[in-house]
């Protein structure tokens, strides 16, 4: 008998990361357990007169919204990093080690209608979030202490979000952050010994091999990672490397919201649910340097694991020892892949 990734127990290395995840699928050789809600949507307004993204609300700050018609970005009130606190560090005996950050963060509403989600919302509308991102992107990475911008969305009161009006958030700072950094380190390392992108080769080899390709366009391939952790873990790439979304070209951002609506779209349909996720986009530092290495990408971290109730949680041996699953990446991009593009409430 000889190893079979589909059948034996096995690690399986992120590359971007350089960290390993541990595969069970001799424990997932189970017919398909998912269940489907029953579309029991509670009906949520499209405008909300509590909510303070809404157009024209009040904030706790005193600060009025301006009764925008397509997106609206601002500094978050309740900041975790600020621009203005003085800078230094602590060190004693090389035992207790900090250094002040100094950062911006952001909010920035995708759509003044409080009921949509992406999934819901028209391209065009995409269209215009997308440019607010290129647009915060390019005025952040200007100010000379900054130099890492993140931009996620957090969707779906299981993952923290409190606020269901369609909104994401940019925190920018003055170091860049663990996971980026992480991913900086391998495709640094990838890109001079083999001069292209590590995205790059694994795009070429995963079209290929065509087993864990959600859905392409022209530009983008959305895909199940050779390397997932969570249950339905997705990433959407360009095609072309890109250091940074400033270099997309119009027909690009418009097949990028294509794409982000379309996977956003499969979620939902896959338990009939308005799905919940951390979504966010790496991509290269704002240091001023050239990063030719850096291949950006937005990654989908979503917790459902069998039903609209039933989460995977990273508890036990995956806090303690490993991150763990059962359902194999191959299995994941099949069921989205098999998903109508068209969302359930439409069908
Ligand atoms: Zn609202």
Redesign the pocket.
């Known amino acids: 008998m000889s190893f079979d990734i589909t059948e034996h127990p096995h690690r399986r290395l992120n590359i971007l990361t350089g960290e390993w995840i541990q595969v069970s699928p001799h424990r997932a050789k189970r017919p398909w357990q998912g269940q489907e809600e029953q579309p029991s949507e509670i009906e949520i307004p499209s405008?909300?007169p509590t909510?303070y993204?809404?157009p024209g609300n009040l904030r706790s700050t005193g600060e009025r919204n301006p009764a925008y018609e397509n997106t609206f970005s601002f500094v978050n009130d309740f900041s975790a990093l600020v621009g203005h606190v003085p800078t230094g560090s602590v060190t004693e005996d090389g035992l207790l080690v900090a250094k002040s950050e100094r950062g911006i963060c952001k909010v920035i509403c995708f759509s003044p209608d409080?009921r949509l989600t992406i999934a819901e919302m028209e391209v065009d509308a995409i269209v215009r979030v997308v440019e607010e991102w290129q647009h915060e992107f390019s005025a952040l990475s200007k100010v000379p202490f900054i130099h890492h911008v993140q931009i996620f969305e957090n969707k779906g009161a299981v993952m923290g979000c409190s606020?269901p009006?369609p909104h994401g958030q940019i925190w920018a700072q003055e170091s860049i952050p663990v996971e980026p950094w992480k991913k900086h380190v391998h495709q640094h390392d990838f890109y001079f010994k083999n001069h292209r992108t590590l995205l790059e080769d694994y795009l070429a080899l995963e079209l290929k091999k065509n087993q864990r390709i959600v859905f392409q366009n022209h530009y983008f391939v959305c895909l199940v990672p050779f390397w997932a952790t969570w249950p339905f873990e997705t990433m959407i790439i360009p095609r072309r490397p890109m250091d940074t979304i400033l270099r997309m070209s119009t027909p690009e951002v418009q097949a990028f919201a294509e794409a982000y609506k379309t996977i956003a779209v499969k979620y939902d349909n896959l338990f009939k649910t308005s799905f919940p996720y951390s979504a966010g986009i790496h991509q290269a530092p704002t240091d001023g340097k050239p990063h030719p290495e850096w291949h950006w990408h937005m990654s989908f971290y979503p917790p459902l694991l069998r039903s609209a109730k039933v989460k995977k949680f990273m508890v036990g041996y995956e806090l303690l020892a490993n991150p763990q699953r059962d359902i194999a990446a191959e299995f994941s991009a099949e069921k989205l892949r098999t998903l109508p593009d068209l969302h359930y409430k439409q069908q």
């Open positions: 405008y909300d909510c993204l809404c409080h606020n009006h």
